[in-house]
């Protein structure tokens, strides 16, 4: 039935998105060329045993110019678009209007309770496209309803997180297993895609993901691969468990693992005269342990527990009048300076640059530890020049072409 099949995708993609007026079926005459491939591939006695078939159901009709030559080779056939239900009839196949309400219906049925803007952003622009007379292919629908069960994921663990539920932030084979029955597949399928449309829809998501890696995305989505911990070095004090802790026992620092954090109450004493953050590992490793000072390791981006837990520090400390100084300390580069202004916008508005400055990077330019990066990461330090602190880091970072990983100040 290769000529069949050839004339319901000759309507569909014709003539199904040139009106909007289901359940009237549009109606007028239409011809079909038929594909010289076709006779090539040797499909000239099917191509022909469907005309006939056809013709007895008066579902299409030829004239006489239709034909190459006389029930033998036919360059077109011709057909009344008020009749196609008839050759989704003979076909065996499900009438593409159909099709059409059901992912309609589908559609509808998913989003029900999502209550998440950028979710339901990103479930508009699907509903416009059927609006609009789209109608997905069987397989690209079954990856969508696929995953819709990873938005609604997504919106349960949202929920959660405003509810200060135990129960998230979830391990990232957890959710796979708990919203697609398997732990892999969401790492193996959705997962990019998943991102992406983060990226593009949610406003705490960054669409670069040189500004943000796809392991931030995840974990602003309360999603993530390990357990999200605070490491930490300096005085904090803490109530848990009914007893008052300060982490300053602890010189060479410790790590508040996820129940910890949540746990825990931050008491309403503090003695934080300063406040470091550090981007990576073996800087925060080596910075002293000092009096009045704490000292955060923030692994790129901070996971929503722990700026929740911070941005609880900043409030404290401006309740008891303490004059805090707040410094970050990171790569000289672009995520670098992401980084600092996402810490900035999101946990510590007072925040200032250390060590990230003109005078660092020119003492690593004159001890050779700079490292060359591509025109187009250039025009994206560019982009950043207007940054009030950074501005001028990211300018003369451009302009050279070079940047500094924080590992090269030690």
Request: hydrophobic share 35%; aromatic share 8%; proline share 3%.
């Amino acid at each position: 039935m290769i000529l069949l099949q050839e004339l319901l995708v000759h309507y569909e993609t014709k003539n199904w998105k040139n009106w909007k007026r289901f359940p009237t079926l549009p109606a007028g005459g239409k011809s079909m060329e038929i594909d010289d491939e076709l006779y090539l591939k040797g499909f000239r006695e099917e191509i022909l045993e469907d005309i006939r078939l056809l013709e007895r159901e008066g579902l299409i009709f030829l004239k006489n110019d239709d034909w190459r030559e006389r029930n033998y080779d036919a360059a077109r056939i011709r057909y009344r678009m008020e009749n196609i239900e008839g050759v989704y009839r003979l076909a065996g196949c499900e009438p593409i209007w159909v099709r059409w309400e059901r992912q309609k219906a589908d559609l509808a049925g998913w989003r029900k309770g999502i209550a998440t803007p950028w979710i339901n952003r990103s479930l508009d622009e699907w509903e416009e496209k059927l609006s609009n007379g789209t109608v997905f292919a069987a397989s690209d629908w079954a990856h969508r309803e696929r995953v819709c069960r990873c938005l609604q994921g997504l919106d349960e663990l949202e929920r959660l997180s405003q509810e200060d539920s135990p129960q998230f932030p979830m391990y990232l084979r957890v959710f796979s297993n708990h919203y697609l029955g398997n732990s892999k597949e969401f790492h193996r399928q959705y997962e990019k895609t998943i991102i992406g449309m983060a990226r593009r829809l949610n406003p705490e998501a960054d669409a670069d993901s040189e500004a943000m890696d796809d392991g931030a995305v995840l974990r602003l989505l309360h999603i993530d691969n390990y357990s999200q911990e605070l490491t930490i070095k300096g005085s904090l004090r803490i109530e848990l468990a009914g007893k008052c802790l300060d982490t300053a026992d602890y010189p060479y620092g410790l790590v508040l693992n996820e129940p910890t954090i949540r746990s825990a109450r931050l008491c309403e004493k503090q003695t934080i005269r300063r406040i470091l953050t550090i981007e990576n590992k073996a800087n925060f490793m080596a910075e002293p342990m000092e009096e009045e000072k704490l000292v955060v390791f923030t692994h790129g981006y901070l996971s929503p527990c722990e700026r929740a837990f911070l941005t609880e520090l900043v409030r404290i400390l401006q309740d008891q009048g303490a004059l805090v100084r707040y410094e970050h300390s990171g790569d000289l580069d672009y995520g670098g300076i992401c980084i600092y202004r996402h810490l900035r916008e999101k946990v510590f508005p007072a925040l200032t640059p250390c060590r990230m400055d003109i005078e660092t990077y020119e003492d690593c330019l004159a001890r050779e530890l700079t490292e060359e990066i591509s025109e187009s990461m250039a025009e994206k330090l560019a982009a950043l020049s207007t940054d009030p602190q950074l501005g001028e880091l990211a300018a003369r970072l451009a302009a050279d072409r070079r940047v500094v990983e924080q590992e090269a100040l030690l």
